[in-house]
C-alpha cells in the first residue's frame, strides 16, 4: 500500500481537506493519507512529509510552491 503524508493548518485540514478524504479513498483505495495538521509549519523542509500546505505568499526558503487557488476580494 502507498501512503502520501500531507501536513496542513488546522483550519484547512477541517474546513477543505477532511471532508474529501471519503470520495478521494473511494477512488483511490490503495492510497492511505497521512495528515499532520500543524498551527504553524515549521521553517524548514521534513523530509517526513509529501505534501505541506501553507497560507502565504509561496516564498518558503528549501520548498517548491505551488498555488492552489487565489483568494479574490
Keep these: 500500500m502507498t501512503s502520501v ?3 496542513a ?3 484547512f485540514v477541517t474546513l477543505w481537506l477532511a471532508p474529501r ?3 478521494f479513498q473511494a477512488a483511490y483505495p490503495g492510497i492511505d493519507i497521512l495528515i499532520f ?3 504553524w ?3 524548514q523542509p521534513d ?3 509529501d505534501i505541506d500546505i501553507r497560507f502565504g505568499n509561496g516564498s518558503w526558503e528549501g520548498y ?3 498555488r492552489l487557488w487565489h483568494n479574490l476580494r
Aim: charged share 25%; net charge negative; glycine share 0%.
Design 64 to 66: 517548491e510552491a505551488e
Design 37 to 39: 495538521s500543524t498551527i
Design 5 to 7: 503524508a500531507v501536513r
Design 9 to 11: 493548518p488546522v483550519s
Design 21 to 23: 478524504l471519503p470520495r
Design 47 to 49: 523530509a517526513a512529509i
Design 41 to 43: 509549519a515549521d521553517a
